[in-house]
């Protein structure tokens, strides 16, 4: 198992720590299954009352998909469907409104958007950077995006997918446009959001998913159109995949942070 799951009975509060230090904990196609089951299971657990989402090791929060493994996603031909298989891994997506806080530590990427994207709220340690580098490898950034410019400024948001790999948000700048809603020390992430997590999980639990689901509310419908366009976009923007394989192999080592 590439997922860990640690509940405190006291605090009513889960910790899922994606569990791949070793790949910068990258999805593989078996977590991201696990992740959807995961939080489909979480809605019928009423001792769980909120969640934390962290990555293992220290060194990165999440990397996004794992390129070796994504590989064995056959495409359809048609440019008006694609199948992601991480579009099913966040909570909203299972359907569930007990509120996720998300501790960030190290680099967070790509694919990792589709877990912070549905987070009520980050915390990240002075380390975090963000950055999406799919325009760099030829590839279409469209759930990323979208998930993205809902928690940010249309002009950073747009800076951040165009600017591909060459440029990571420092959590510093993250905290000032507010992607980030609490700054910690290197390390002091994961603490900051469960003393967080245990004020909200000790509020009454239908109070709390009521408000979660009414935050969510406010977006749906922009967020829903916005999602529904990605799919064919990316189908007629993307290059080969030979092609970003190509420019993946190739990629420069050096970036900027801002």
Not at 14 to 37: C, K, S, Y
Not at 192 to 211: N, S
Request: glycine share 8%; proline share 5%.
């Amino acid at each position: 198992m590439s997922v860990r799951v640690e509940r405190d009975a006291a605090t009513g509060v889960a910790v899922v720590t994606l569990d791949r230090p070793e790949r910068h904990n990258a999805i593989t196609l078996a977590m991201a299954r696990e992740l959807g089951a995961l939080w489909r299971a979480f809605r019928h657990e009423d001792e769980v009352r909120a969640i934390v989402l962290t990555g293992a090791g220290g060194r990165a929060f999440c990397t996004g998909i794992d390129r070796t493994d994504a590989g064995n996603v056959p495409q359809p031909s048609s440019p008006y469907t694609i199948d992601d298989p991480l579009l099913a891994i966040g909570p909203k997506a299972n359907d569930l409104w007990k509120p996720v806080i998300a501790a960030v530590e190290g680099p967070a990427c790509g694919g990792a958007f589709y877990l912070l994207g549905e987070a009520e709220f980050l915390i990240a340690g002075e380390s975090a950077v963000f950055f999406d580098p799919h325009t760099t490898y030829g590839m279409v950034s469209a759930f990323e995006t979208v998930h993205m410019a809902l928690r940010m400024p249309h002009g950073e948001a747009a800076r951040m997918a165009l600017m591909g790999g060459a440029e990571r948000i420092s959590a510093r700048r993250a905290y000032e446009t507010g992607l980030v809603s609490e700054l910690t020390a290197p390390g002091d992430a994961l603490s900051a959001a469960l003393r967080a997590a245990a004020v909200v999980a000790a509020h009454p639990t239908e109070a709390v998913q009521g408000t979660v689901r009414a935050l969510w509310s406010v977006q749906e419908a922009a967020r829903s159109q916005a999602l529904a366009h990605a799919p064919h976009l990316i189908a007629l923007g993307n290059l080969p995949s030979d092609r970003q394989a190509e420019l993946f192999g190739g990629r420069r080592k050096e970036y900027r942070v801002r």
